[in-house]
């Protein structure tokens, strides 16, 4: 081993049977290779033999399709629309509020807060609709 080579930690280790993983549940190698491919990470003890497991792999490829990813995406285009909809009730809990202490405190009841409520509806559409269209087969999207 010369002194350039970089030792294998359980990190490494751990990255590498997740591509292994991946190969396996997106067709790239059979149950037989995987768990020869596998047994042989465990007991790399380089950066370069581990890099030679998936070396013939597509392993950019894996990451781009990995589920795991897809679903990190949806979760964060839900949190997103979640926040944007709290906010939104938010602000017409306020001007609602205004709106009814100016209309008892003056006795003026024009329905102003129309105008905040539809603006304000249309960026939460603007927002939801193409995150709806873009994940259409997610539940969690759906209305609930």
Not at 89 to 116: D, E, I, K, N, R
Request: glycine share 8%; with cysteine; aromatic share 8%.
């Amino acid at each position: 081993m010369s002194s350039t080579t970089v030792r294998a930690g359980d990190r490494e280790r751990e990255a590498t049977a997740d591509v292994l993983g991946q190969a396996l549940s997106q067709g790239y190698l059979d149950l037989g290779e995987y768990e020869s491919r596998l047994q042989t990470v465990y007991s790399a003890q380089t950066d370069p033999d581990l890099r030679a497991l998936t070396a013939d792999l597509p392993v950019a490829e894996l990451r781009r399709n990995d589920p795991r990813r897809a679903a990190a995406r949806v979760a964060a285009a839900r949190r997103g629309i979640h926040l944007h909809l709290a906010a939104y009730a938010t602000m017409v809990v306020v001007v609602l509020t205004v709106w009814l202490a100016v209309g008892l405190g003056t006795g003026s009841w024009y329905f102003w807060p129309v105008w905040p409520i539809l603006g304000a509806g249309i960026g939460v559409a603007a927002h939801a609709l193409p995150i709806r269209l873009a994940f259409p087969a997610c539940p969690g999207l759906t209305a609930r």
